[in-house]
């Protein structure tokens, strides 16, 4: 029978050899224990069986329960790590407590009665045999290693239902050493005197993990992707420390950074300049802000893509990792892309400034057409359009008074879109006449009420014809403040205006600088049923309508703007 034990503790130290062979540094630090207690383990068995004293045999069953104690922890922790499932430092720190507190029972054999109450020795059939009854020392061991099988059924049952990330026949390789380790320990007294099944199942684990391993290399896609891509040698590496100390680098890395190649490891690079100005000032803006991780570098032509990312010792950051790629031919044709873009953006622009510039002719032509029917407005589009802009520019200039833009324009304040719509839609603010009989339109004096009212409806006609003309628009602001002004331009500061009698702010922002425009344009312009007046009569007219007629908060920019608005009337000879 000793044969047996030496023959499996042979098998032992193979199989042990060829993990050894086949061994990566990622594989899991609880298999490697496993390959290395094992050959120990089985030893023991054998010089057990070998033992021609009670001493020598004491010894040896000692050293044999290192399986039952430590294996079975191992074989545990082993499962946790390759289901992908952590382990809290405490949690690892309290099995190895209770396993090496039952060890340290174990440890007592034949000197105290905690683990063997009783303990002889005999050779039987030339093969040394120790004789015991049990302590409860024993009952505890058998306790934790029902405990870890439990632990690890449990584990290996709950990852193979719920985890995609562990594959399925990993988990049932697993289940195999662990059933046939649990059959051994506590169904194996049932056989013969003499052969122990322990040995063989710690064999029979080794055969499976192996097997196990192989099939995690083939899993393991992080180092799988890493080895292909070192093995196809077109990505550099370099790697520095969190201080800036050199570790290493690659010879694609060198190629692209020759300096690097003349930096010893373990030293700071500062003194090479291009590594200064590339690599290290990278790392800098990468530790301001991790999202500025990948940078560019160009050299004989070529334009390299660098990726930084923290260099990782297990779960532990230990410093920062660069990865150099060539993207010359991305970055070639991204380029071009770039290129055909612009000049599609350029085209597209053109064209649209050209339709944007056809739309606006179209309506100043139509607001001309509808011009020319009023004998008493010749040149008021084009004059109070030009007004709506020096207004426009005198509040653009207002970057001091805050609150009154606030109180004005809320809390998107002036802005270039509003600047350019209220500009734009100011020739649309008489469209409305229209509709007006030419009978009351034309007519050289002052209108009666009913002829007043009348003329009144253009302001919602007007309102009806750019919503009809501008029905479909992508610019909704534009057909917004253009409806507004041509809606709301006769309304009054007090209520007292037309056609809704609005007050105060009720009256839309655009509708408020445009009844400025109309009546400063109607004060100083002749019209067939009275003169120009002066620029003075004018501007006490205007002056005291602040508040009234005006929003009074507009006043600073009329006064503002007067001297520019007396040089542009005082230039015309048809006013």
């Known amino acids: 029978m000793g ?11 193979l199989l042990t050899l060829i993990y050894i062979i086949i061994w990566h540094k990622h594989f899991d630090t609880h298999i490697s224990l496993i390959f290395a207690f094992i050959p120990l383990v089985n030893l023991a068995y054998a010089l057990l069986a070998h033992a021609r004293t009670l ?3 004491l010894v040896a069953a000692k050293l044999t329960y290192i399986g039952g104690c430590f294996l079975s922890l191992f074989i545990t922790q082993s499962i946790f790590g390759l289901c992908h499932i952590d382990l809290k430092r405490w949690m690892n720190a309290g099995l190895m407590l209770m396993c090496l507190t039952s060890y340290a029972f174990v440890l007592s054999m034949g000197n105290a009665p905690y683990f063997y109450k ?8 030339g093969m040394g045999r120790l004789t015991k009854t049990y302590g409860f020392a024993h009952t505890l061991t058998f306790v934790i290693i029902t405990f870890l099988i439990v632990i690890s059924v449990i584990v290996m049952v709950y990852s193979f239902i719920k985890k995609k990330d562990v594959s399925n026949k990993t988990i049932v390789l697993l ?15 049932n056989l013969p005197e003499g052969i122990d099944p322990m040995p063989l199942s710690y064999v029979f684990a080794q055969i499976i993990y192996l097997i196990i391993v192989h099939r995690l290399c083939l899993y393991d896609v992080t180092d799988l992707g890493v080895e292909s891509i070192v093995k196809k040698g077109d990505t550099g590496f370099v790697s520095f420390s969190f201080d800036y100390t050199y570790l290493g680098s690659n010879e694609i890395a060198q190629k692209v950074f020759p300096a690097l190649a003349e930096i010893k490891v373990d030293t700071y690079p500062g003194k090479y300049m291009s590594i200064k100005n590339t690599l290290l000032n990278w790392l800098e803006d990468f530790k301001r802000d991790e999202t500025r991780d990948h940078f560019y570098h160009e050299i004989d032509d070529k334009i390299y893509l660098i990726t930084i990312s923290y260099l990782y010792d297990g779960k532990h950051r230990v410093g ?12 070639k044709y991204m380029k071009l ?30 607001a001309t057409m509808v011009e020319s029917r009023d004998n008493s407005t010749g040149g008021h589009i084009r004059r109070t359009s030009d007004v709506i802009k020096i207004l426009i520019d005198e509040i653009k200039k207002d970057t001091s008074d805050k609150k009154n833009i606030l109180l004005l324009f809320g809390r998107g304040g002036l802005t270039e879109e509003f600047c350019k719509n209220v500009i734009q839609a100011a020739p649309m603010h ?14 050289p004096g002052k209108f009666t009420d009913e002829e007043y009212e009348k003329m009144k409806a253009h302001a919602a006609e007007g309102a ?6 501008l029905e479909g628009t992508d610019n909704e602001s534009f057909h917004k403040v253009a409806r507004n002004v041509a809606h709301y331009h006769h309304e009054r500061w007090d209520g007292s205006g037309y056609p809704e009698h609005l007050k105060g702010e009720e009256i839309p922002i655009e509708a408020r600088i445009m009844a400025i425009a109309d009546v400063y344009d109607a004060l100083v312009s002749k019209r067939v049923y009275k003169d120009s007046f002066s620029f003075e009569d004018a501007d006490r007219i205007m002056m005291e309508s602040f508040g009234k007629h005006f929003d009074k908060r507009l006043e600073k920019y009329y006064v503002a703007a007067r001297p520019r608005l007396e040089e542009y009337y005082g230039s015309m000879s048809d006013r």
């Open 55 to 57: 001493d020598a045999a």
């Open 337 to 366: 892309i770039t290129n055909y873009n612009d000049q599609l953006t350029a085209e597209v622009a053109e064209k649209t400034e050209n339709i944007v510039a056809m739309h606006n002719r179209l309506i100043l032509g139509m």
């Open 464 to 469: 009806r014809i750019v919503d009809s003309i």
């Open 118 to 125: 009783t303990v002889d020795f005999e050779i039987d059939k």
């Open 430 to 443: 008489d469209l409305g006449k229209i509709a007006v009989d030419d009978a009351v339109l034309r007519k």
């Open 175 to 189: 289940m195999l050493p662990v059933t046939v380790s649990f059959l051994s320990y506590f169904l194996g007294r």
């Open 3 to 13: 044969a047996y034990y030496e023959v499996l503790f042979g098998l032992s130290v």
């Open 320 to 331: 920062y990792q660069f990865f150099v790629t060539d993207d010359t031919a991305s970055r």
